[in-house]
C-alpha cells in the first residue's frame, strides 16, 4: 500500500537523517529510487526547487514526493514521518535522557556515523557530477555543452571566495546555472 | 495566557518556516534572532546547546530548534505548535508547486534550464562534503572512516548494488563502537 510505503520510507529518512539536509540527500535518493517513486532526474530537479523555496529540503522533499504519489495525503503522511523521529528524539532528550548524548557508548556510535555521513555526501556528489559531465554510464555519449557548463559551475561555486571575495550563494547557483542552461541547451 | 503564548509560537514558527531560504543553517540564525533576542524565550547559551544536540540527532536542524523551544515555553503541547508552525508553510509552497511542475517542466526553456540546474545541484551537494570535511577533525579514524564510506557509496552507485546508504551508516557505527571497545579495554589493562 503506498500510504503505508510512503510514512515508512520517510521514516527511515528521518531516523537516519544526520548532518543536515546534504546528509538526507542520499537517504532520499536511496529510498525514492528503490521503491521507484522518482526517477532519478526528477529528484534533482526537486532537490533545486527545494534549495530555492523556503524550509527545510527534507520537508520540501517528503511533501513532493507523497503528493507525487498519493495526493495530499500521501504529502501530509510522508511529512509527517521525516520529522517525527526528529522530534520525539529532542522530546526524549529534554524530558528523559538528558545525559543520552554524553553517554560515551553513544559518542562512539555518533563518531562513527558522523564521517560515514560525509563520505556518503562526498560520493554522491562526486557521482552526479561525474554522471552529468561524463560518459560513465552504459550507453551514454559524451556531451561538450555539459562538461563545459560543470566546469564552469565548479569554478563559479569554488573560485567565488577568491574572485569577488564573497561565497556564492546556492539560489545565486542554481539561478545561473537555470540562465546558463536555458541557453546553452537551446543553441 | 497559555493560548497566548501558543499563538505566539505557531506565529513566529510559521513566519521562520516562511522566510528561511536555503535549509538548515539559515534557519538557525533566523530562530537565535526570533526566539532568543526578541522574544526571549531561550537564552543564547541554550540556543548553542540545542544546535550541539541537534547535530548529534536525525533530522532537519531547524525541526529540532523548534521542538525545544515550543516545548521549554508551553510543554508537550508548545513543542507540537511549534514543529507545526515551521513546517506549515514549506508544505503549503511545495504542494503548490508539485499540482503545476510537470505542466512547466514541458515547457522547452524551461526544460533547458533544469538540465542546466541538474548540473548545479551536484556542484551544490559536492560543495557541502567539502565544507563538512574541512570542519573534520585531523585524526586518522574519522578521516579513515569517511574515505571508506565514500569508495564504497561511489561503487554501490556506480554498479546499483542493493546496499543502501543506512546500511552503510550501521556498519560505519559498528565499526566506531568496536574501536572504541577494544582501545578502552587495552587502557583498562594498564
Redesign the interface.
Known amino acids: 500500500m503506498i500510504l503505508l510505503d510512503l510514512f515508512i520510507g520517510f521514516l527511515r529518512v528521518g531516523c537516519f537523517a544526520f548532518g543536515g539536509a546534504y546528509g538526507a540527500i542520499p537517504l532520499i535518493r536511496d529510498v525514492v529510487l528503490s521503491y521507484g517513486w522518482l526517477t532519478d532526474e526528477a529528484l534533482t530537479y526537486m532537490i533545486a526547487v527545494a534549495e530555492s523555496t523556503p524550509g527545510p529540503i527534507m520537508v520540501n522533499l517528503a511533501t513532493y514526493v507523497g503528493s507525487s504519489q498519493a495526493g495530499i495525503f500521501g504529502a501530509i503522511l510522508a511529512t509527517t514521518a521525516v520529522v517525527l523521529p526528529s522530534f520525539i528524539i529532542i522530546l526524549l532528550v529534554m524530558a528523559v535522557l538528558k545525559n543520552l548524548l554524553k553517554n560515551k557508548y553513544v559518542q562512539a556510535i555518533l563518531r562513527g556515523l558522523k564521517p560515514c555521513v560525509i563520505g556518503i555526501v562526498l560520493a554522491t556528489g562526486v557521482y552526479m557530477i561525474a554522471k552529468n559531465a561524463l560518459p560513465i554510464m552504459p550507453g551514454a555519449t559524451f556531451n561538450v555543452k555539459s562538461f563545459g557548463l560543470t566546469i564552469v559551475l565548479l569554478g563559479l561555486m569554488f573560485g567565488s571566495k577568491k574572485l569577488i571575495g564573497k561565497k556564492i550563494s546556492p539560489i545565486m547557483l542554481i539561478v545561473i546555472s537555470a540562465i546558463l542552461g536555458a541557453i546553452v541547451y537551446a543553441i | 495566557m497559555k493560548k497566548n503564548i501558543l499563538t505566539d509560537l505557531a506565529l513566529t514558527f510559521m513566519k521562520i518556516?516562511?522566510?528561511?531560504?536555503?535549509?538548515?543553517?539559515a534557519?538557525i540564525a533566523m530562530i537565535e534572532n526570533n526566539c532568543v533576542e526578541r522574544k526571549k524565550w531561550i537564552t543564547h547559551d541554550e540556543m548553542m546547546n540545542?544546535t550541539v544536540?541537534?547535530?548529534?540527532?536525525?533530522?532537519?536542524?531547524?525541526?529540532?530548534c523548534a521542538?525545544?523551544v515550543g516545548?521549554?515555553q508551553a510543554g508537550?503541547i508548545g513543542?507540537l505548535v511549534a514543529?507545526l508552525g515551521?513546517?506549515l508553510?514549506?508544505?503549503a509552497?511545495?504542494?503548490a508547486?508539485?499540482?503545476f511542475?510537470d505542466n512547466f517542466?514541458e515547457i522547452?526553456?524551461?526544460a533547458?534550464?533544469?538540465?542546466?540546474?541538474?548540473?548545479?545541484?551536484?556542484?551544490?551537494?559536492?560543495?557541502?562534503?567539502?565544507t563538512?570535511?574541512k570542519k573534520?577533525h585531523n585524526k586518522v579514524?574519522?578521516?579513515a572512516?569517511?574515505?571508506?564510506?565514500?569508495?564504497?557509496?561511489?561503487l554501490i552507485?556506480?554498479f546499483a548494488l542493493n546496499f543502501?546508504?543506512?546500511s552503510?551508516?550501521i556498519?560505519?557505527?559498528?565499526?566506531?563502537?568496536t574501536?572504541?571497545?577494544v582501545q578502552?579495554k587495552k587502557g583498562g589493562a594498564k
Open positions: 518556516g516562511f522566510f528561511t531560504f536555503g535549509g538548515g543553517y534557519m540545542v544536540i541537534a547535530e548529534s540527532t536525525p533530522g532537519p536542524i531547524a525541526i529540532n521542538t525545544f516545548y521549554k508537550f513543542s514543529t515551521i513546517v508553510p514549506s508544505f509552497v511545495i504542494y508547486i508539485s499540482m511542475l517542466l522547452a526553456v524551461i533547458n534550464a533544469f538540465k542546466g540546474i541538474k548540473i548545479a545541484v551536484g556542484v551544490l551537494i559536492l560543495d557541502a562534503a567539502v563538512m570535511i573534520m579514524v574519522p578521516k572512516i569517511m574515505a571508506c564510506s565514500a569508495v564504497a557509496m561511489l552507485n556506480i543502501s546508504s543506512i552503510l551508516m556498519v560505519a557505527a559498528c565499526v566506531s563502537l574501536i572504541f571497545c578502552s
